[in-house]
């Protein structure tokens, strides 16, 4: 396993968010974590990139036990986060934000290659590369954000709510590209509240209420379950 996860407890002050959450990646493999709003998604996805800390259980990845690393080092072992909302610096260019990804030495040597593999990705960007983030309309600035992570040149990709606030032609375009990069060998774990459009690109499936898991399995067997597909699907058929 690249990821695994055990008994992760973490909380905001007094406020408990997740409890006992175990999971676990494979290598190549596209996970993706789904369940309500307010279910704890963005408290793990945030805590697996170290940005916040776990108050029990531990996070190994790649062999090694990160639980306590400062948030800097999850990135250098290998893990980049594509935020909820993209948060790109509106008033840098398109370069500028792609370029701020492959900051890390080891990445560095490496820029004009990612950025070229970042381009052939999303070539919609290619034009716009020296226009400010902020011109870009909301399809565009997600893929800002996502080859922005890949220019890193990461092990584990994590994404947190990449369908937010986009147009359904627009997100089909998006996961049509992280269907590319799982094609790639990329492993990526995604975190979405658009349960149909999750299922339909990942190969394993975890389902989170209340900051806690209720289930895991393949998509297909999700499916067959009917009260997953009462409570997110909104359909028993």
């Known amino acids: 396993m690249l990821l695994r996860v055990t008994d992760l407890d973490v909380a905001y002050g007094p406020a408990p968010a997740l409890w006992g959450v175990s999971l ?67 008033t840098m260019s398109v370069r500028e934000n792609l370029e701020l990804g492959s900051l890390l030495p080891s990445a560095r040597t490496r820029r004009a290659t990612s950025l070229e593999h970042a381009l052939a990705l999303f070539p919609a960007l290619k034009p716009k590369l020296q226009s400010p983030a902020a011109s870009l309309s909301g399809g565009q600035q997600q893929m800002v954000a996502i080859a922005r992570a890949l220019m890193c040149r990461p092990k584990l990709l994590l994404l947190d709510e990449p369908s937010l606030g986009l147009s359904p032609l627009v997100v089909q375009d998006l996961f049509a590209a992280i269907r590319r990069i799982g094609a790639d060998g990329m492993t990526m774990l995604l975190v979405e509240q658009n349960v149909a459009t999750a299922l339909q690109i990942a190969q394993r499936v975890y389902v989170l209420e209340q900051g806690r898991i209720v289930a895991e399995g393949d998509p297909q067997s999700m499916l067959a379950r009917s009260e997953i597909r009462r409570a997110y699907l909104g359909s028993e058929a």
Do not use: M
């Not at 309500?36 to 990845?61: C, D, M, V, Y």
């Open 24 to 90: 676990a990646v494979r290598a190549g493999e596209l996970l993706s974590v789904v369940g309500p709003n307010g279910a704890g998604k963005s408290t793990l996805i945030n805590t697996l990139a170290g940005l916040l800390r776990a108050r029990a259980g531990t996070i190994e990845f790649d062999g090694h036990d990160i639980t306590r690393l400062p948030a800097h080092r999850f990135c250098a072992a290998g893990i980049a986060l594509v935020p909820e909302g993209r948060r790109l610096f509106a």
